[in-house]
C-alpha cells in the first residue's frame, strides 16, 4: 500500500500488528459512510501506538477512496495563540481534502499553504461553497477575530460534509492539549481551560464523526466527561498479543540488523508486556554492543535504557513524571506512587493507603491528590475507586531508580536482581512451553527463512539452490526488494497470511513461500491447495508478474504432496540448514 501521510513510526515496515483495532476501526469508518459511526476517543497510555494507528487507517482510508475522506490533525504541545491555531486546523484541512479529491499526494503536507492558494485550487474544482468559506475566514484572520475564526473553521468539515453530501472522518490526535496549550492572546498569557467544550455540538454530527486520541488519558477523560459529557464512545487500546508482540520483534531483528533467537524472541516479548514502545526502544537503544542472541545481552540492555541517565525509555517517562509532579503538589505524591507500584498485584483503598503509609492529611486533599495522579496515568483506579499502580514492570523499575532514594533508601542493584529473577522465572516458563505451541517454532522459523533470504541467499546461490528442490529453470536467488511475512489486508474476505514474501524486482523470479516448523506433522495437500489460493490473491493483489511458490516443512510432507508440487512448479524445502543462525 502507497503511504499518503507521513508515518511517525519511519519504515512504514515496522508498523506491525493491532489487527483488531484496524478491523474494528475501518469497519467503524464503513459505518460513517452510512452515518451511523459515533465520535470515539481511543484510551491508551502513552507510547502504545495510538498515532501510529490513526495514521495507518488515515493512509488505508485514503488509498480505498471509497467514500469516506479522512482528515488528520495532531494538536501540539507547545503554546499557540488561537488565532494562529485556527489558521493551521483550516488549511491542514482544506489540503488534505484537495489531495483527496484530485488525489494530489503534494497536497497533504504543501509547502506553506496560503489562503490564496486554496481559493484557486477550490475554483478550480468547481467547489463554490467552499470558496465562500475560505473567503468568509479571509477577513477574519486579517482583524484577528480568533474566537470567530475558530467557530467558523471548526465547524468546516461537518458543514462541507452536509453540503456536498459526503462523510468527512476527522481524526484528532493529542486532543487533551487543545484545553492547555491554545490561549486567547498572542503573547499566550491567557490560556482557554475549557477549549474542548466548543464541539459540544460539532461533535454529535455523524456526517463528520471525529475519531479523538490522547497520550495523557486521565487528561482526556477528564475533558471529555466534563465537557463532551455522553457525546463520545470509548475504545480501549491494550497492549500488543504475544503473537503480534513477536511478529513485531522479528520485525525489529531485520529491519535493526540485531540478530535474535527463539528463546531471547520470546523473553523480551514477555519482558515488555507487548508495549510496541519497549520493543522499538530495545532494538533501537544506543547501548553500543547490543547482543539480543543471549539472555545476559538482553539483561545488559534493559538494564541500560530503564538505569542509564542515557537510556532512550528512561528518559522518556522521566520527561514525563517531572512534567506531572509539580503540577500535584510532591509531598507524598511519590511515596504513593511507589507504594502502590510495590504492590502491583492487588486494588488498595483509600483507607487502607492512609493507614499503613501514615498519611496525616483529611480525605478530601487524599482524593485530590489520588485523582492528580489519576489523570496523569501514573496510577490507576477502577469503578469502586480502588486504587493500583500501573501494570508495568518497567515503568515501576524506573520511576523506584530515579525517586527511590528520596522514599526508601533504594538501592540500584536490586533492580538487576529483580530482573534477573524475572529472567529465571521466564526461562522456566519457556522451557515449559517449547514444543506444545507450534506458532512459537514457526514464526521463528518464518524469520530465520527471511533473514537467509535478505541477507545470504544471494551470495551463495549454488548452496542454496542444492537447499530446496523443483526450483524454476533460470531461477536465481537475488537481493530483494523486501523481504517481509504477507498479512491480507484488513476487512479483506477471507482473511489470509503468506509466511514469506520476497519481492523481486520486475525482471527477476519473487518468491512466496509457505512455512512449517512441526516436530511430526507433515505437510499435507490439504494444506498445499489453501497456500496456492492464498498466494494467487497475493500475487493478484501485488501484480507479481514471475514468481516461484515453495513449502518449507521441517517434519517432511505426505506421500501425495511432492507429486502435486512437481505438477505445479511448486518448490520445496525440509532442510534444517534455512534455520541455522
Known sequence: ????????????????????????????????????????????RRKTGKSALMQRLYNITFHNNDGVIPFYFEIKE????????????????????????????????PYEPSLEQATEIAGSLNLDYLVQLINNARPLVRDEKSDRLWNLVRDTPRILAF??????????????????????????????????????????????????????????????????PGRVTYYSMHPLP????????????????????????????RL?????????????SQYHDKDFTSESGVLTVLDYETLHVDGKIRGTWLEYLRSAFPRINEKYAKDIVLYLSKNLDRSISRPELKKEMGLEIPDQELDNKLRALLYSDIIEMDYANIYYGVQDNIFGKIFRSEYGLDIDSFKPEALRNEYKQLFASLHKKYKSLRGKHNHYK?????????????LVAHRNNEQYQAMMENLLDGFQFVEYKSVLGYHSPPLHEPAFQIDVFARAKPDQISLVGEVKHRQTTKFSLKETKQFQENAAVLIDMEQIETYQLFVFSSAGFHDDVLPYFRENDIAWSDDAGWLEQ
Not at 84 to 107: I, N
Not at 171 to 191: P, V
Not at 247 to 264: A, C, F, G, L
Request: a neutral charge; aromatic letters at 16%; hydrophobic letters at 40%.
Open 1 to 44: 500500500m502507497k503511504i499518503y501521510l507521513p508515518e511517525k513510526i519511519g519504515n512504514t515496515d515496522l508498523f506491525t500488528g493491532r489487527k483488531k483495532e484496524l478491523t474494528y476501526f475501518l469497519k467503524w469508518m464503513n459505518r460513517s459512510k452510512r452515518y451511523i459511526a459515533k465520535s470515539t476517543a481511543i484510551l491508551s
Open 442 to 454: 514457526g514464526m521463528y522459523a518464518e524469520f530465520m527463512l527471511i533473514q537467509h533470504l535478505r
Open 78 to 109: 507547545h503554546k499557540q495563540w488561537l488565532g494562529d491555531f485556527a489558521l493551521d486546523f483550516f488549511k491542514a484541512f482544506l489540503f488534505q481534502y484537495f489531495a483527496f479529491k484530485t488525489r494530489q499526494v503534494e497536497y497533504i503536507n
Open 242 to 269: 504475544e503473537n503480534e508482540a513477536l511478529e513485531m520483534i522479528y520485525r525489529y531483528s531485520q529491519i535493526e540488523e540485531v540478530p535474535v533467537t527463539e528463546k531471547t524472541a520470546y523473553l523480551i516479548a
Open 163 to 228: 453540503h456536498y453530501n459526503e462523510t468527512v472522518v476527522q481524526m484528532i490526535d493529542e486532543f487533551q492539549y487543545i484545553n492547555r496549550f491554545i490561549f486567547h492572546d498572542k503573547a499566550c498569557t491567557h490560556q482557554f481551560d475549557a477549549l474542548a467544550g466548543s464541539y459540544l455540538h460539532t461533535i454529535e454530527y455523524t456526517q463528520s464523526p471525529m475519531l479523538l486520541s490522547g497520550s495523557r488519558v486521565g487528561w482526556l477523560m477528564q475533558d471529555l466527561q466534563t465537557l463532551l
Open 272 to 284: 515488555t508486556e507487548g508495549n510496541p514502545f519497549y520493543i522499538g526502544g530495545l532494538f533501537q
